[in-house]
């Protein structure tokens, strides 16, 4: 059985059996997927800090047919989002997006636009100075939650404010980088954001975890 190489967005990882991972993956071209890391938790283990959330790697795997879970050959990094981790905010919003792919995305059903979304928000966070960062959380976690939505096919009639609509109309055409030019903060359309935080909880059919920690900020 010949190994499948995907480029994919690490979303999450559980731990499993003694030293081993499961790790939930989003690929380009396979969609979701769950994959079993063996001994990834073992310090000398074969994949590093590779497996950190959100990592953008290259992936080996084997897949048998019927299968739940594949298993993980090796994992090659392409891009980290370590050099966020000294910013509390933006910490919690990569475990906001983690989370919220990790429960949107079905499994093994590709979606190309999604995986974008995914690499445009990370993008946007890293390219923001640090004085600016407070500001580029707001606005990716504003854009990423609109896109999440509308591209998982459940984008109601918004019921907000004259102002969140405008804004929304505005995200629905235009890059993230080039809504960097508005004042974000927590509160910039802070009605339509908590109207998307409930849609998706509806969809999923639970509370998101990372919501109260976003809303705490």
Known sequence: MPARVSEA?????????EGDLIVSFDTRDQGKLRGVAKRARKPKGPFGSSLERLSQVRISYYQREGAELVRIDSVELIQTQFGLSSSYEAGVALDYFAEVCDHLLPPSEPNERFYRLIGAVLAELRAAAPDQRPAAVWRT??????????LSGFLPELRVSAASRELAQAISAHPVANLAAID???????????????EIESHIERKLLTVPLMEAL
Do not use: S
């Open 141 to 150: 976690i504003m854009y990423f939650t609109f896109w999440a939505v509308r």
């Open 9 to 17: 967005f690490v979303l999450r990882t559980y731990p499993f059996q």
């Open 184 to 198: 974000w903060t927590k509160e910039t359309a802070a009605d339509l954001r908590r109207f998307l935080y409930r």
